[in-house]
């Protein structure tokens, strides 16, 4: 194989920052990293593209049961065999839980994440989006949403059902930094779907924190008041 080919050293350095290497495949890059000083740089390249997304959310600590679900969608056993890059993300976890999570699943899982799952997979790279993951009371992943950030489409995906009342609907609605919510449009009860909201992603986002689904009688408008959240996230900038 040639290595002096850019484009694969920027592909292969992406699969190893992100973890997704198989043991036998990282165990053969390590040894390109110690002999040819563009795979490192290619390497240092990734870790500073993901580094300051941390700075985009607030910090927040893990659970340990949250923790170690990571470690195991990651590295498929303990932590003591996970890859370099894990290791080093470990302190920084916890200072930003929400978007390392965020792009861990986008990068590893990509068929959880629509539409941004085929630039993904395409480029090895994550493009220029808002993304975030809800969960519910126990911390548990329940939804996905991601949108381009210049683009209007909000897409949706449910990781697994959620038990809607009958004549009710889920409610996706954006916290702002000042913590007033406004509605962004409708979510499944299952599966994937998506919606266009009313403004861009830049726009709309921008200063929005959270991101929260509530169950309600109808679509909200704007100025509406939200029913209790049933789920809630971080809203991450990509970029």
């Known amino acids: 194989m040639n ?47 993901l ?3 941390a700075q985009s959310i607030p910090p927040e600590q893990p659970s340990a049961k949250t923790w170690r679900s990571i ?12 890859s370099p890059w894990l290791v080093l993300l ?18 590893l899982e ?12 395409e480029y090895a790279a994550v493009p220029a989006s808002y993304v975030g993951i809800l969960t519910d009371a ?17 897409s949706v995906k449910l990781l697994r059902k959620i038990e809607v009342p009958a004549g009710k609907l889920l409610q996706l609605w954006a916290v702002a930094n000042d913590g007033v ?23 709309l986002l921008k200063r929005v924190s959270r991101l929260a689904v509530s169950i309600e009688d109808a679509p909200a408008r704007p100025g509406s008041i939200p029913s209790s959240f049933v789920l809630t996230g971080h809203c991450v900038r990509l970029w």
């Open 3 to 49: 290595y002096d080919r850019t484009e694969l050293l920027d592909r292969l350095a992406a699969e190893y920052v992100f973890g997704t290497m198989s043991a036998r495949v990282r165990s053969r890059f390590q040894t390109i990293l110690r002999a040819l000083p563009a795979a490192r740089n290619a390497v240092h390249t990734w870790e500073q593209r």
């Open 51 to 53: 580094i300051p997304f």
């Open 71 to 82: 470690e195991q969608r990651i590295a498929g056993r303990s932590a003591q065999s996970s």
């Open 90 to 107: 470990r302190p920084l976890l916890g200072l930003a839980f929400g978007v390392v999570a965020t792009i861990g699943l986008v990068r």
């Open 110 to 121: 990509p068929e959880l994440f629509v539409p941004v799952d085929e630039i993904v997979q």
């Open 138 to 154: 126990d911390d548990n992943p329940v939804a996905l949403a991601s949108s381009m950030r210049h683009g209007k489409t909000m």
């Open 181 to 203: 919510p406004f509605p962004l449009g409708v979510v499944p009860g299952e599966g994937k779907d998506s919606f266009e909201m009313a403004d861009t992603s830049q726009n």
